[in-house]
């Protein structure tokens, strides 16, 4: 069960990435297009290690990479764009639950994955408690919190939402895929293929001549600590990434998005040390009803990974 431990300590970074990606769409590079041109273009920091684990793997196989990767920068756009005209605390939930179930469903069609009685049940629990930590009721809970700092207050975005059930089925796409050239290449090869793919796909981007300047403008606002704080970042991502990948080379792709709900739940602890000592930046929602949804949904979430283990 290596992949299970590798595939929580990545949702335990993503967590924290996530949080930081918010604050740096918002504050340091408005633009979606700019943001997704940057990790796009940052992900090709692999190729240091191409000389020792790069190899050959046939025009088919090159192709599917190249093609994989590309995947990767329109999920990103997409998710980007929908953080930014929607409300944070529906969107990475819609995402957030719409990822494992656009994977199973595309792995059992096109992978031929199969699941024993015990896996179907921890997948339902880990769905279930997914669903229940999203939905949190609105207030001064976490995900309310980040809304305000970043000015997404509003009523519902219809536009929104389907950009971000779309980006949540191209994500799925994205690991499915990943995961289908895993099976046939080494892990290392295969992940700098793919990275590749997202990279020349990223710089596309460039051709367009308003949204060169729209990139070029975000990316004179990463300066001093903005620019630490992007890098920075970036290259714990990158490790989350990397982590989470691993996971889906050794094990379930559909099981591995469906522990997405751990990242959640690492994000109400977050939430809870961040209330208790910083007070002034998140008071946390101390009603009886969100203690229990919180509660409840963590324990469908243990039992999942019980009945994984």
Known sequence: MDWLIIAIAAYLILAVVNLADKFLLEKVVPSAKAYTFLVGVLGLAVIVIAPWFLSWPGWYLLFGN??????????????YHALKIGDVSKIIPLIGGAVPIFTLILAMLFLGERFLSMQWVAIFYLLLGTV???YLPTGHNLWSTVKSWFGLTGPKNKQAVMIAIGAGFVFAAFFVGTKFLYLHQPFLSSFIWIRIGTFLISLTLLIPKDLRKEIFKGLKNIKGKNSALFFSNQGIAAIGFLLQNYAIFLGSVAIVNA???????FLLVLGGLISVFFPKLLKENVSKMVIIQKILAIVLISLGLYFII
């Open 66 to 79: 190249l093609a994989i990767g590309a995947l990767f920068p329109v999920a990103l756009l997409l998710l």
């Open 132 to 134: 229940m930590l999203a």
């Open 259 to 265: 522990l997405q709900g751990v990242q959640f739940a």
